[in-house]
């Protein structure tokens, strides 16, 4: 039913890592350009990493460059986010988000949301 499911957030310590993961039952990823965002109350929502349908190009917010990897195995129907280095500023509910065409396109469908929080 759910056309997104993020999982693999949960409580870090600076410096640390995760590996978020979002799972598309019932679909396919690989039509469509797909994406990270995450916020934080209060704030705008951040697209933080974008990869095309086919894994070919990704796109990296500032925020985020350097120390995240957006992968995707579509035979898998899996879409992945390496984060590295993390710092209390990450600490935000982090979103899959299936796009149209193009990385700059709208948001198709929503995922749910996983909690990372950073802290010691």
């Known amino acids: 039913q759910l056309q997104l499911v993020e999982s693999g957030g949960g409580l870090v310590q600076p410096g640390g890592s995760l590996r978020l993961s979002c799972a598309a039952p019932g679909s396919t990823l690989d039509s469509r350009p797909n994406a990270w965002f995450r916020q934080v109350p209060g704030k705008e929502r951040e697209r933080i990493a974008c990869?095309?349908?086919?894994?070919?190009?990704?796109d990296y917010a500032d925020s985020v460059k350097g120390r995240s990897t957006i992968s995707r195995d579509n035979a898998k129907n899996t879409l992945w986010l390496q984060m590295d280095t993390l710092k209390p500023e990450d600490t935000a509910v982090y979103y899959c988000?299936?796009?149209?065409?193009?990385?700059?396109?709208?948001?198709?469908?929503w995922g749910q949301g996983t909690q990372v929080t950073v802290s010691s």
């Open positions: 990869i095309s349908a086919n894994g070919g190009s990704t």
């Open positions: 988000a299936k796009l149209s065409f193009y990385c700059s396109g709208p948001v198709i469908y």
